[in-house]
């Protein structure tokens, strides 16, 4: 399975630290040393969808692929208006594929998830291109009186096209049930014979714990993959990881000893995009031909659940 093109769309509205400190007990101080963020960009009067759409068709632009052409589209979204029919269905209408398509909720995994998806699809199916699309809103799970949380995240959309090939070479998933960390409820429409306690409310999310989690998972998978194609972290030209925090990135960085160049970030303008984040990060580094043929490629991504994932690959897109 090779990546053969990407692309992204982010909301028009930048909001700044300074404009959080108008109405939270907060600073760009505060906010930058924590977090690393110094911006995010929010949704105000677009829909979900269409940032979708917009990543999707820069992706089979770049790639050179039309949407008729699509053999299965996998769309990774954890929160967005629709709670049916799924999303990866209307952005097929959207951008006129034919192709089936389906959505899975990985939290901020979920683009590792979804490769490992489609590259089970090319082994298993006589197909030749996958469109994977990441589409986050996650400014609209928490509470916007609470600084702890509300200042970590952005919305935003991320895609990948994918085709046969061999520059895939390891992917680690893991999971461990413990929602406690990270988690949201929300009360379901009422019926006459319900009885029960139903919880309703933000995200909740207890830092500490998130870090260790995140830290501890992301070192575990990158092991895994690293040691699966027995190479070094020194063999590795570029990490990946889930823009969710600059101390949670610099912590796995200090742990692999590995020099500062290797890890690029986006996170201080865009926030945590949930499981978007990888997919516009890459595509940032595609089109500022940052990249070079032969690259080796390590994506690492943590979420809610918990679950995580990492990915070794090769970079053969010209």
Known sequence: MNIIGTGCAHPS?????????????????????????????LIS??????????????ALENAGVAAEDLDYIICSNVINEYITPSLSCILQGKIG???????????CAGFIYALDIANSFFK???????????????????????????????????AVVLSRGEDVMAIKLTAVSKPEPLYQMRKLEHTPF????????????KGQDVFKLAV????????????????SYNDVNYYLLHQANIRIIDTIRNTLQQDESKFPHNIEKYGNTSSASIPILLDELNRDKK????????????????VAGACLLKWSKE
């Open 13 to 41: 509205l930048t909001v700044t630290n300074e404009m959080l400190s108008g109405f939270l007990d907060t600073s760009d101080e505060w906010i930058t040393t924590r977090t690393g963020i110094k911006k995010r960009q």
């Open 45 to 58: 009067d677009e829909r979900l969808e269409d940032l979708a759409t917009e990543a999707a068709t820069k």
């Open 97 to 107: 594929a034919n192709s089936p398509c389906v959505d899975l909720n990985g939290a």
């Open 124 to 158: 298993s199916k006589d197909i030749k291109n996958i469109l994977i699309v990441c589409a986050e809103e996650p400014t609209r799970m928490v509470d916007w009186n609470q600084r702890n949380t509300c200042v970590l995240f952005g919305d935003g959309a991320g």
């Open 194 to 205: 319900i009885n029960k306690e139903e919880p309703d409310g933000p995200l909740v999310m």
């Open 216 to 231: 501890e998972s992301s070192k575990n998978d990158i092991n895994s993959v690293i040691d699966e194609c027995d190479l």
């Open 291 to 306: 990249l070079k043929k032969g690259d080796k490629l390590v994506l690492s991504a943590f979420g809610a659940g918990f």
